[in-house]
């Protein structure tokens, strides 16, 4: 299953592009090798597809230090509800099996090739090759698998055998257990629905008449966020000024991840003692660090909080919205 | 390898110090799959000591969790070396050794 799967990218851009040159309707372009090479950046178990280029466990601690430790912990060990790198090793058949890098993952490939496509969280494909090889590395050696010395490259890389590998198997299952009906079967309109799951979906303001505000139900994001907001300033009368009540939009969608319970170094909305020394440094500043990103003594914080889609009077909103609130 | 991880880092004249110990942490409550109690063990005591002085001791007993994780502050400077060591209730120790960065 697993091997099939990986072989059915490529045949898809190979079959695409020859019907996208060939085709009648004359639409489309023909896939050049370079537009391939950045689609075909997948991984094999064997090691196939790694590039050439190495990185150090050595080199691998400052750079997880800088990007990963403030989600993944210093250790490996998670901050707060972030995803546990290292140990775990025989809780799998426990009550509370531990999946880490070390106790669950088969292939070594597949952390190079998950930490190259999809890490930072907030930067993603942002790592070069030789980066890669030194984080992926310096997490292996958090769960014991390398040892200090060990550098990364194509060939040592491919040798690294993960710890649970052989406990892995081909689910041979079948897709779907039930057998279509195709004679004698039941009418659908006999068919009774016994049970629907009530309480999550807000109704009210389907039925005319029914005397509910929408926004009665808990469904509503923005009845929700409200109250969240309040218990943020300690339920003080705060005013705020258009540009700060635009930003609160921003802030629920974007900043409150971080800024509410405080992660990563990150200082909680309302939090008077923590804001009035950044406050002191001018709002050029702090927009200056909410949008181009900051490391500071604490934390770290992402350009536009990792959400690159905010335009910079968005962010330059959300930051007044804080400090407003945080005053 | 040491079950011990230390990262030590100096900030003005404080020595920011954070380390992970693995360490099953049993607190010979629980009970296996056979419905037996796993006998306990865990780690009883925790001394930092920098240039043969103690800067941080530590006495755990069953509610601390398991791969205890530990941070502490001491007056240091860059170039000191950091040794943190445990003893638990089997009688069993580990050490180990870093400089501060």
Redesign the interface.
């Known amino acids: 299953m697993f091997r099939s799967l990986k072989s059915i990218p490529l045949v898809l851009v190979i079959t695409f592009s020859a019907v996208a040159s060939a085709g009648p309707l004359g639409i489309g372009s023909t896939a050049t090798p370079e537009m391939i090479a950045g689609w075909d950046i997948d991984i094999r178990p064997d090691g196939a597809g790694l590039p050439h280029g190495e990185g150090s466990v050595a080199q691998g601690e400052g750079l997880y ?1 800088a990007k990963c430790a403030s989600c993944h ?3 490996g ?1 998670g901050e707060g509800r972030w995803p546990v790198l290292a ?1 775990g090793d025989g809780t799998l058949d426990t009550l509370h099996p531990e999946k880490t890098v070390g106790s669950y993952w088969p292939y070594a490939s597949t952390l190079w090739d998950y930490i190259h496509r999809a890490m930072p969280y907030t930067a993603p494909q942002s790592l070069t090759d030789e980066e890669t090889y030194a984080i992926s590395a310096y997490v292996l050696y ?1 769960n ?1 698998i390398v ?1 200090e010395e060990f550098v990364a490259n194509r060939e040592t890389f491919a040798r690294v055998k993960m710890p649970n590998e052989e406990n892995f198997y081909v689910d041979n299952r079948p897709d779907a257990q039930n057998e279509r009906c195709f004679k004698n079967c039941a009418d659908p309109k006999t068919f009774e629905i016994v049970t629907t799951i009530n309480g999550l979906t807000p109704t009210g303001h389907f039925k005319e008449d029914s005397g509910v505000a929408a926004n009665h139900y808990e469904g509503n994001p923005s009845a929700a966020s409200e109250s969240g907001i309040s218990k943020v300033m300690n339920n003080t009368k705060i005013v705020l000024s258009d540009k700060a009540t635009v930003g609160k939009g921003v802030y629920d969608m974007a900043c409150q991840a971080c800024h509410n319970p405080g992660i990563a170094g990150a200082p909680k909305t309302g939090d008077k003692a923590a804001w009035v020394s950044r406050i002191d440094q001018g709002m050029d500043i702090l927009n200056g660090h909410a949008i181009n990103g900051y490391q500071g ?1 604490d934390g770290v914080m992402p350009a536009k909080g990792g959400n690159m889609s905010l335009s910079n009077d968005d962010v330059i909103n959300a930051v007044a919205f804080m400090v407003e609130s945080s005053r | 390898m040491s079950s011990i991880r230390i990262k030590a880092k100096e900030r003005k004249g404080s020595v920011d110090v954070k380390t992970l110990m693995k360490h099953k942490m049993e607190t010979g409550l629980r009970k296996g799959k056979d419905g037996k109690k796993i006998p306990e063990h865990w780690i009883t005591d925790v001394t930092a000591e920098s240039g043969g002085k103690v800067v941080f001791a530590a006495a755990f007993n069953t509610s601390i969790s398991k791969d205890p994780y530990l941070a502490f502050k001491f007056e240091g400077k860059k170039g000191d070396t950091v040794k943190i060591s445990w003893k638990d209730s089997k009688g069993k120790t580990d050490s180990a050794e870093t400089k501060v960065k």
């Open positions: 230090e912990g210093l250790f060990e140990g958090l014991d040892d003594a």
